[in-house]
């Protein structure tokens, strides 16, 4: 089986050695995804507004390896306030509507003490049955 790598091109990928997302046969496992912006530039002020910038990173890299968010069976939510719970699983329940995750909740401390929440993904891209 072939082992397709897929970068968001972040100096942090090369640096710590590895890769936004892996696809192997029909899986696909997206890294833990905090809400990165552009150049640096600090990432929305409220946890919502924050998951749904990871969201749409995870999407992303979901779609450079050829699935979707409606493919993902597993996500692991890191919080670093159990507070923001219903705020971040607002924005999770409006990316997966369709494919409802098994998923996990964990508060933790992150890397950059800008960011509340990161999602990690994993997929599993079934193929058309039509």
């Known amino acids: 089986m072939d082992r397709r790598l897929i970068s968001s091109g972040a100096a942090f990928e090369d640096r710590v050695g590895y890769s936004r997302a892996v696809r192997v046969g029909d899986r696909v496992w997206v890294s833990g995804t905090a809400p990165i912006m552009p150049g640096d530039a600090d990432p929305p002020p409220g946890p919502y507004e924050q998951a749904r910038r990871c969201l749409e990173i995870v999407a992303g ?20 306030d159990a507070a923001h719970t219903d705020e971040v699983g607002r924005a999770h329940r409006e990316a997966f509507a369709n494919a409802r995750p098994a998923t996990t909740g964990i508060v933790v401390q992150l890397l950059d003490p800008r960011w509340l929440v990161e999602i990690d993904a994993e997929a599993v891209i079934v193929a058309d049955p039509r």
Request: aromatic share 4%.
């Open 61 to 80: 890299a979901l779609a450079e390896a050829g699935a979707s968010l409606d493919d993902v069976v597993r996500t692991r939510i890191y919080l670093t």
